[in-house]
């Protein structure tokens, strides 16, 4: 069986494999907006809390009790399931203890059958998508061409088209989010195909790519992990129509019990998924002045565009902000 801890080297979602520990150097950005400041790199013992693991949710986050390495800062813990939201940054123990980031972890149970998973949509949600299926195949001259990924010898072929719609998403112009362009995150790729841990998704417009979604696996879990779709498609959901194409085909498998969403919330994320659990990412970084006074600007820092945020989001402008700068990303 392959190492999840090759996925790891992955740069972006690939955290979501991270079952074990592993000790690597963890940035520390203070932004405004997506604007860095500072950087702070800290040397940290990481580890991925999975949606297979079975531990209760904690009521207070506590620092692991495993050895601290030499010259180690301290922890970096993903996704722990909690009872409640906690404080952002407080002392505990020997360590800071810095939760930046409380989120509902949204995914698909799918050990059920897609026809079972259908049922909890309403008829007025699946008529919705069956529509703009019947809308996007008439465009496309009433042939849907789709394709799904997963062999080694497929990757090059997958990651070329999915390169060329990413770099038209606005993940990519404005936030350098779109899939990886490198050899060496190909590579990986082709490796972890060759163990049966990656797929791939491909929506085309007749021979041109305008939709897709990179999705590696981990376990019984198929992760959410870079998704994009072509702008001048918009009207016609490419994404949505590709989204439902790619959980038909991977309900087929009996192996996967997950569709993992991960970090972040969206409306998408939550039409889609089946349950969602209470998640807090921690930090427990040594005590010491340095590390104080880093992290308490962090804290203030984001305490004060969240009040902006806030009152965009009051005031309604907050919603034509993101549209300009999606359309300036994008054209």
């Not at 979602?13 to 074990?20: A, C, I, K, S, V």
């Not at 404005?174 to 590579?187: A, Q, R, T, V």
């Not at 991960?262 to 409306?267: D, F, P, R």
Request: charged share 25%.
């Amino acid at each position: 069986m392959i190492n999840d801890s090759i996925v790891k080297n992955c740069q972006h979602h690939q955290h979501f494999f991270n079952t074990d520990w592993h000790y690597h150097k963890v940035p520390i950005p203070i932004l405004v907006g997506n604007i860095p400041l500072y950087t702070y790199n800290v040397w940290l013992q990481v580890k991925e809390i999975g949606l297979e693991d079975k531990a209760p949710p904690m009521i207070n986050p506590a620092p692991p009790t495993v050895p601290l390495h030499e010259d180690s800062q301290g922890f970096l813990v993903r996704s722990i399931r909690v009872t409640k939201q906690h404080q952002i940054l407080q002392k505990s123990q020997d360590y800071l203890t810095y939760i930046p980031y409380q989120y509902s972890r949204y995914y698909i149970d799918m050990k059920q059958s897609f026809e079972e998973y259908k049922n909890k949509f309403s008829t007025k949600t699946i008529s919705t998508i069956n529509r703009k299926i019947r809308k996007y195949t008439k465009y496309c001259d009433g042939q849907l061409s789709w394709k799904a990924f997963n062999s080694t010898n497929e990757m090059d072929e997958f990651y070329q088209l999915a390169k060329t719609v990413s770099k038209k998403t606005y993940q990519e112009k404005l936030y350098d989010e779109g899939i990886p362009d490198s050899d060496e995150f190909l590579d990986e790729m082709k490796l972890l195909a060759q163990h049966g841990k990656i797929q791939g998704f491909i929506l085309f417009h007749k021979d041109k790519p305008v939709s897709y979604l990179y999705c590696p696996v981990s376990e019984h879990t198929v992760i959410y992990a870079y998704v994009g779709y072509d702008p001048d498609y918009t009207s016609y959901s490419v994404g949505t129509i590709l989204q439902w194409l790619a959980l038909e085909s991977l309900f087929q498998n009996d192996s996967y019990h997950f569709f993992d969403f991960t970090e972040g919330e969206s409306e998408q994320k939550k039409l889609y998924a089946t349950n969602n659990i209470k998640c807090v990412n921690v930090f427990f970084i040594r005590y010491n002045l340095s590390n104080s006074i880093v992290l308490e600007c962090k804290k203030a820092v984001d305490m004060f565009c969240s009040s902006i945020v806030a009152l965009l989001d009051k005031t309604g402008k907050k919603s034509a902000l993101k549209k300009l700068m999606r359309s300036r990303g994008l054209h």
